[in-house]
């Protein structure tokens, strides 16, 4: 199919799609089908991201955040083409008899009709609901184009921690807060060692020692500087707020698989690092554990999609974070 592929045509295909699916539906039962949608969810990936598991992903979430799930798969080479395959997601909730469905579109492109998907998606969107963009081809963010792509979206989630040269990561997404909702799962992964570090001090006895910290370090090993200039600039906030004027530092450390955060100061000494699958907090020598399974693709963005469109708390970290 040439690359002028006609939103219009689309539409129609998703009209006799309800149609069928809807004659289908009521069979001896009578039941029908629900049609479904509270968002436009467009997903962008690469030619080589596990397409099968992506869908599995997409599906798990439609029964609790339903949309018009929009999959563009990427392919780098090629001639400029777009094709499409339109098709119902459906589910059936326990108890009841009637099936509850969503819309999907796959649409293939090549990266050199990147220009043409907005012309294509944005018709497509549901009206008067917002529009989240899912960018896993993260190669696009340092291409012209990506700008377009991504102002047809109430908010662009996307992941980080792959992605070269943490710093200016974090800087380029900073700016492009200005213009658009922004959601890294590299901050998203953080939340269960917020909310561990957040209980430590709602000991009132270390609560009253919270002024007087001034160190925070956080090592990082592998792909976790991301993680850890999120982590750092969270706690340097936190703890500014509270009255602190805590030294922040971010250091690479071979010895840390992921992440270790240590705050110390006015005779209090805290430690979160993970062990396997668990989260260890030391408080002053005395330690204490919870799980903390790594958290897959769906955990994640069940988590950003839960959230409206602008998140005041990750957007100060990340003005901090691009600064440290």
Known sequence: MSAALSPDRILRELSDLWTGTAATGEGDSRQGVLRACTMTL??????GDDFSALGETVAALMPE???RAILIRLHPDGPRSLSERVYAQCWMPFG????ICCEQIEITASDAALADLPGVVLPLAVADLPVI?????TRLLGMPVFRQIAAMATRVILDSAAMPDPRATLGRLADASARVAIGDLAWTRLTRWREMLAQVFENRE????????ARVRVAFGGTYETGARYMAAWIADALRQAGAAPQAAVEPDPAVPTLRVELSGGGLSVTLHREEQRLVVVIDGASQCTNLPQPGDYILMREELALPRHDSVFERT????ARL
């Open 318 to 321: 990340l003005a901090t974070a």
């Open 65 to 67: 955040y339903p949309a």
């Open 42 to 47: 467009v997903v962008l990936s690469d030619e």
């Open 133 to 137: 963009l899912w960018c896993r081809a």
């Open 206 to 213: 270390r609560l009253a020692h919270i002024a007087a910290i």
């Open 96 to 99: 009841q008899r009637r099936q």
